[in-house]
């Protein structure tokens, strides 16, 4: 299959699954025990691509580690704006089968409705999951190309929403005063005022990213070590 048919097949099935995003709360941040931090670290090794996914579950009160796996395999489609998800998804359901608890909620380092069809990997990945997602990205996605995003106050917990033809996509957010903020988007089966409430709650001191994503981050470098035999 060329990369043109890739995008075809791959937008097609994007279209099917719109209608299926739902933005309201499944559950409450009171609700939660447990949250899943999702991410994946990518090398080339004789021309092939490869990846490690890490999924680590947090617990929700006490930030403690409950649980890490990890999966690492061979990259089978390659990079395509908008379409990340078809990369990333079968490496991150096959590290899921090795979780020994259910997640009440995924964090995903990356997008969810922020994205031109609302199909981020957060969104994408929990028609497979059957669970809550959220996508919270160091990194700003124009979802249409020409968008930009307001600074929120520097005070923690500000934000200014992504506003895209009148519709909010996601939403900037300062999870500690003074330092540069993270972009929060709704997964599925959540808000997302819920979503950043739980994001504001899974922080610690150390980053300006919340402890499950900056764990599987770190994770996934450090297994990637592991792999590639270096320091």
């Known amino acids: 299959m060329t990369e043109k048919e890739m995008q075809e097949n791959f937008l097609k099935i994007q279209n099917s699954y719109i209608s ?8 409450t941040a009171d609700s939660i025990n447990t949250v899943a931090g999702v991410d994946l670290a ?18 929700f009160h006490t930030h403690e580690v409950i649980e890490r796996k990890h999966f690492n395999g061979r990259i089978e489609v390659p990079y395509m704006p908008g ?5 990333e998804l079968p490496l991150i359901m096959e590290t899921v089968k090795f979780l020994v608890n259910k997640p009440d909620i995924y964090m ?3 997008n ?50 992504i506003v895209i033809d009148g519709e909010v996509y996601g939403r900037v957010l300062r999870t500690h005063s003074g330092v540069k903020p993270v972009f929060v988007s709704v997964g599925n089966y959540i808000s997302l005022d819920t979503a950043c409430k739980i994001t504001m709650s899974m922080m610690g001191k150390e980053s300006h990213i919340p402890i499950p994503t900056r764990t599987a981050d770190l994770d996934t470098h450090e297994e990637r070590r592991k792999i590639l035999g270096t320091n």
């Open 42 to 59: 990518y090398w080339n090794e004789n021309g092939s691509e490869y990846a490690v996914c890490c999924i680590v579950l947090i617990d």
């Open 112 to 161: 969810g409705y922020l994205h031109p069809r609302h199909m981020g990997i957060a969104t994408y990945a929990s028609f497979f999951l059957n669970t809550p997602t959220i996508g919270v990205a160091k990194t700003y996605f124009r979802a249409d190309k020409k968008t930009d995003y307001t600074e929120p106050d520097s005070q923690s917990g500000s934000f200014t929403d």
């Open 20 to 27: 299926k995003i739902d933005c309201s709360d499944s559950l």
């Open 83 to 87: 379409f990340l998800s078809f990369r």
């Open 108 to 110: 995903f380092d990356g």
